[in-house]
């Protein structure tokens, strides 16, 4: 999900069909349809309420959906991170999730980014 358009629409890419949806993940109706899956890369830093947006995420889950986090690994706020998770926050965070790091890589503006799959 994203505000603006990406240039496309469907794609299928090593057997797996992404579908881009534009809209605001923060206040999309997620009630209207189930999903495999969210990928949220560089996101989550704008959302002050991250267990509220985690929750509605989980609640539209298909059976056996995952939510794969791409974050920065800090929890110091700047103007371009608002409301940073670091990867042991997550974790401490969402206490009742599977959370497993998929793996991490140095970041170009300081510090790492982690990826993580977040099971309920």
């Known amino acids: 999900m994203d505000k603006t358009g990406q240039g496309w629409q469907k794609d ?3 057997g797996i069909a992404l579908e881009f949806v534009k809209a605001d993940f923060s206040t999309y109706d997620f009630k209207k349809e189930k ?3 969210f990928m949220m ?3 989550l830093h704008f959302i002050k309420d991250k267990a509220a947006l985690v929750s509605r995420l ?14 920065y690994d800090t ?4 103007n371009w ?18 959370i497993k790091k998929i793996g991490e890589r140095p970041s170009r503006f300081g510090r790492t980014m ?7």
């Open 12 to 14: 299928e890419t090593n």
């Open 35 to 37: 999903f495999n899956g």
């Open 41 to 43: 890369a560089n996101s």
């Open 58 to 71: 989980i609640k539209a889950l298909s059976p056996n959906g995952r939510i794969v986090i791409i974050e």
């Open 75 to 78: 929890d110091s706020a700047n």
């Open 81 to 98: 991170v608002p409301f940073p998770i670091s990867y042991e926050c997550l974790v401490t965070t969402f206490p009742d999730l599977s």
């Open 114 to 120: 982690y990826c993580c799959e977040m099971i309920p």
